[in-house]
């Protein structure tokens, strides 16, 4: 019997950065959403998780900011390469949500900054 030689890898790969206000270049404390996904959101908000999008092929990846601005989000990788959208939303103390974006393409086992300034 002959021998086998393999590697046991990660397929996630992390997504992190830092948010801002791009005017002031201040960090957002309050806490802002993001999601990274595949595909494009073309809404001002937020898609609504509801039945349509739990049973769509659609995968969202989701998680909020810390008082430092920051945040970290694990996402499916691929050794060829995966493209995410990472959008974040921000309500500013005056009730006005704007939304921002940027992307990134990740391998599995890699990790990528996306800052994301409003």
């Given at each position: ?14 997504i ?6 791009n ?17 494009s959101?073309?809404t001002?908000l ?32 691929h050794a ?13 103390i005056?009730?006005?949500?704007s ?20």
């Amino acid at each position: 019997m002959g021998s086998y030689n393999f590697q046991v890898t990660t397929g996630l790969a992390n997504i992190s950065g830092t948010v801002k206000v791009n005017a002031t270049n201040k960090i957002i404390t309050t806490g802002v959403l993001i999601i990274a996904t595949t595909a494009s959101i073309s809404t001002t908000l937020p898609p609504s998780i509801d039945a349509t999008v739990r049973s769509g092929s659609t995968v969202y990846y989701s998680t909020a900011t810390d008082s430092n601005g920051q945040y970290s989000i694990l996402v499916r990788g691929h050794a060829a390469g995966t493209v995410y959208n990472v959008y974040g939303w921000y309500t500013n103390i005056a009730g006005t949500t704007s939304k921002s974006t940027g992307s990134t393409t990740v391998t599995s086992g890699t990790s990528k900054t996306v800052n994301i300034n409003f």
